[in-house]
């Protein structure tokens, strides 16, 4: 309880901080100085996200939770002839891409995700139909990648391209970069201490274990650096945002 107070008088005197900015707003008119407003008026909302939660962890869980069904759901087996090949030479020739807004675009082989340092984590998976599962997933985290392809400033978002189409359109989806730095949020390359199976995504998902099942894209083959979601797909940011108006953050 304390806490929760501290933590509103804290957010208060930042958004106070904010008023008194837009009170100098009025007064200056000088490029830079509006510069300088905007960057401040930035990192203020930056302030409060931090404050309300820029870092908060999805719970984790003990192995004695894991569910001993996961039920796999939307695309379980990619009918995609390309899709097809790797999966027949387990993956081998698979390579994820990592371009767009990046500095050095790379191509990742599963063998060389493998060699890069790795987190387990145990949580649970909640599908908007319903249902829930735990399972224990283990993958390098996405903001390793992201370091090592070096972002340009404009970078804001993280498109996942899938391989596989459903109802005749490629399943993608996106993330901001808060969540793709998070520390839970990773490539998944194992579930249950097995290599990731078909069913569930392989050779690679994305866990971004703050949100919800939609959010969790199986297949991953590229992952592009974007400023803005327009053009991309239906600009929703995800499949299943475009056609069903489903939240972009599914927050859960
Ligand atoms: N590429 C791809 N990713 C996807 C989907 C899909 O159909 N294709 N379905 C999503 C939905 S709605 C859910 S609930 C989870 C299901 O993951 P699972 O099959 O491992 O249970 O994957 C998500 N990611
Ligand atoms: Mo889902």
Same mark, same amino acid.
């Given at each position: 309880m304390a806490n929760e107070i501290d933590r509103r008088a804290v957010i208060a005197g930042l958004i106070g901080g904010g008023a008194l900015l837009s009170g100098c707003d009025? !007064?200056?008119s000088s490029a830079p100085f509006q510069a300088a407003v905007e960057g401040a008026r930035g990192l203020t909302m930056?302030?409060? +996200?931090?404050l309300i939660g820029r870092?908060? $962890?999805?719970p984790e869980f003990g192995r004695d939770k894991i569910s001993d069904r996961f039920h796999a759901n939307g695309t379980t087996d990619p009918i995609e002839p390309a899709y097809r090949a790797l999966a027949a030479n387990g993956f081998r020739q698979w390579r994820l891409e990592v371009d767009?807004?990046?500095? &050095?675009?790379?191509?990742l082989s599963l063998a060389q995700l493998q060699t890069l340092p790795q987190r387990r984590q145990i949580t649970r998976h909640d599908c908007v139909e319903g249902w829930s599962a735990i399972a224990e997933w283990q993958g390098v985290p996405l903001g390793l990648i992201l370091a090592h392809a070096g972002l340009m400033p404009d970078a804001r978002y993280a498109v996942f391209h899938c391989a596989d189409r459903l109802g005749g359109d490629q399943y993608y989806e996106s993330i901001d970069l808060i969540d793709a730095f998070h520390p839970q949020t990773i490539l998944?390359? +194992?579930?249950?201490?097995?290599?990731l199976g !078909?069913?569930?995504?392989?050779? !690679? &998902? $994305?866990?971004?274990e703050r949100q919800l099942g939609y959010k969790q894209a199986k297949y991953v083959m590229r992952i592009e650096l974007v400023a803005t979601l327009d053009g991309i797909g239906g600009g929703k940011g995800g499949y299943w945002e475009d056609r &069903?108006? #489903?939240? #972009? #953050?599914?927050?859960i």
């Open positions: 009025r !007064i200056g930056h302030s409060q +996200r931090l870092d908060r $962890l999805a767009g807004l990046v500095h &050095r675009p790379f191509g998944a390359h +194992r579930m249950n201490g097995q290599p !078909i069913a569930h995504g392989a050779p !690679i &998902r $994305l866990r971004v &069903r108006n #489903y939240d #972009y #953050y599914a927050g």
